[in-house]
């Protein structure tokens, strides 16, 4: 005879991993119409942005609050319009990596067309985690380091 709880708990699963990709799909559908604050709405309060690497933006950035104030808010005022588009949307449990491309323009007049690899951590439906990868010397020759710097770790 099989066994019902197996069945049961790889439906769960999959369920998990659709809602997970599911929202991550309807915050990038917000974001391509340049509606940006959808992703600052599903972040938890322990929220944390992370930049690997070697470079001038490398560090973490949390919680939340300390994400929107010092990094959201400072780095959008920097654009006259910012769109952000989702190519590709991999879940796997509580992992959704995202493959997005920007569309901007900055206040100076910049072209801001950036690729984007985010691996986001998804917990109780809200964003716990998101790492970011993209091209930092884009990055670096057309934006400036947001101003507080303070509680980067």
């Known amino acids: 005879m099989r066994d019902r709880r197996l069945s ?3 439906l ?6 659709m809602d997970n990709e599911k929202l991550l799909r309807g915050i990038f559908d917000q974001m391509a119409l340049g509606n940006v604050r959808a992703l600052g709405d599903a972040m ?3 929220f944390r942005w992370v930049f690997p690497g070697d470079w001038s933006w490398s560090g973490s950035w949390e919680p939340k609050s300390v994400v929107v104030r010092e990094l959201l808010r400072p780095l959008m005022a920097q654009f006259e319009h910012y769109r952000s588009e989702a190519e590709l949307i991999i879940a796997d449990g509580d992992r ?3 493959q997005a491309k920007a569309h901007a323009t900055t206040k100076k007049g910049h072209s ?3 690729t ?4 986001f951590t998804v ?3 809200l964003l716990k985690e998101l790492i970011e990868h993209c091209d930092t010397a884009l990055v670096e020759r057309v934006l400036d380091h947001p101003a507080s710097t303070a ?3």
């Open 112 to 114: 801001y067309n950036q």
């Open 123 to 125: 917990e109780n439906g």
């Open 116 to 119: 984007y690899c985010f691996i």
């Open 12 to 17: 769960r699963h999959s369920f998990e991993v």
């Open 44 to 46: 938890a309060e322990d």
């Open 96 to 98: 959704v990596v995202v």
């Open 8 to 10: 049961h708990d790889w």
């Open 151 to 153: 509680s980067i770790i």
